[in-house]
């Protein structure tokens, strides 16, 4: 098959190695960096970090292996090169045909020391802008940054901007102000991407307008990533169910910026919902419209158009195998769509992302088509030239 389109990689994925913290952090903190630590006793490698020794963990690292075969635990050589290493990304994205690749990752470093916590989201920035600068062309890369401190989080916006970044990673709720606290997710990464859900600071509370304004100002795109729930992927009972849920858990900050006005304050203001699947926006946005309609008036909500409206001009979300919102594409509230490959994560279609888009686009338009799998997230992420490349991939052997 041959696509004569291009297709954007709305969600994937990087792994720097644990070993990256003590080039990138601050000279000042470099002795306090994670290390990576090999034993020749068992089939493992570990990271030492402040007392700790806990296995290197490959849920994020399973493209290129059938289900049956994924490894939760092993070496660092075990985890997928393109995870890390910009010519051999390449390489996996010619394969399965992607043109660009939007990338997500990791930081901040999981630890109570603030300095040190604060310090790890540059280092992380100042990685994965090295990473990208290597094909600028194909890599789209998503800086990440801190809610707590209003002004604090504005700077990060600029400079990432500066940087030359056009999208930024936020939690899916504001962080503590006072105080580090990893309850909600009991880690530092789960902490960047969930916040503090059950707090007493929401986003479309006034002290976050000129947040807003800075990235409408900007015209930086804002993404929540799949972190409104955490999924307890050390618990394999629970995880299943957690992973339901926090795709559906990701209507929440949605819906508190929707109801709340921000989208009305600023309309140019772009948010994605990104690995949340797409199926439920429909359903979101007609029973926000409906609930809306019976309700505003004792709650003196203050929305001069129906929640739809705002969720058609303002909100994103990518998928990655939801067939259901393919087709409720054109319902309210559920247009602005991304295909992603989710590389190298367990939910992955590498190497067969585009037979993945064929089936699942196979009674589709083609313009439409090359919409959803390419075309929004250009516009979206501000990626991309513009111009159609062609792939003809070879046959792979398919991957569960």
């Known amino acids: 098959m041959t696509y004569d389109y291009q297709i954007v990689d709305a969600d994937a994925h990087v792994n720097p190695p644990p070993t990256f913290w003590a080039e990138y952090l601050p000279q000042s903190l470099r002795s306090q960096a994670p290390r990576l630590v090999y034993d020749e006793k068992e089939d493992c490698d570990y990271v030492e970090f402040e007392g700790t020794r806990k296995k290197i963990n490959l849920i994020g690292a399973q493209a290129g292996r059938q289900g049956a075969d994924f490894k939760m635990h092993g070496r660092l050589t075990d985890a997928r090169n393109g995870g890390w290493m910009p010519a051999e990304r390449l390489e996996d994205m010619d394969r399965d045909g992607m043109d660009v690749a939007v990338l997500f990752g990791g930081g901040p470093i999981g630890t109570l020391n603030e300095e040190l916590y604060m310090a790890s989201f540059d280092a992380y920035n100042r990685w994965l802008g090295d990473f990208c600068s290597y094909a600028p062309d194909r890599f789209c890369g998503v800086g990440y940054i801190p809610m707590r401190e209003v002004d604090d989080a504005i700077a990060r916006l600029k400079k990432l901007a500066d940087a030359g970044f056009t999208a930024v990673n936020i939690p899916a709720f504001p962080q503590p102000l006072d105080k580090l606290d990893f309850s909600s997710g009991g880690a530092a990464q789960s902490s960047a991407l969930t916040g503090d859900p059950l707090g007493p600071r929401r986003y479309d509370q006034p002290e976050f307008d000129r947040f807003w304004a800075a990235a409408q100002d900007l015209d930086i795109a804002l993404t929540f990533h799949l972190g409104a729930r955490t999924t307890r992927y050390w618990e394999p009972d629970k995880f299943l ?49 409906e609930t809306w309609a019976k309700q505003r008036f004792w709650t003196k909500n203050t929305l001069v158009e129906p929640p739809s409206f705002y969720m058609d001009r303002n909100v994103y979300a990518s998928f990655i195998h939801d067939s259901i919102g393919i087709r409720t594409r054109h319902f309210p509230g559920a247009k602005n769509i991304m295909w992603s490959s989710d590389y190298p994560h367990s939910e992955t279609t590498f190497p067969n992302s585009l037979e993945t888009i064929e089936r699942l686009f196979k009674d589709i338009p083609l313009d439409e088509r090359a919409e959803v799998v390419g075309g929004i997230a250009k516009r979206f992420f501000h990626t991309g030239d513009g111009r159609a490349r062609k792939f003809v991939p070879e046959p792979k052997v398919s991957v569960a």
């Open 241 to 289: 169910a957690d992973l339901v849920m926090s795709k559906v858990t990701m209507a929440e900050p949605i819906a508190i910026m929707t109801f709340g006005g921000v989208f009305q304050r600023f309309p140019k203001l772009r948010i994605g919902s990104i690995e949340s699947g797409v199926g439920w926006l429909a359903w979101m946005a007609n029973y926000m419209d």
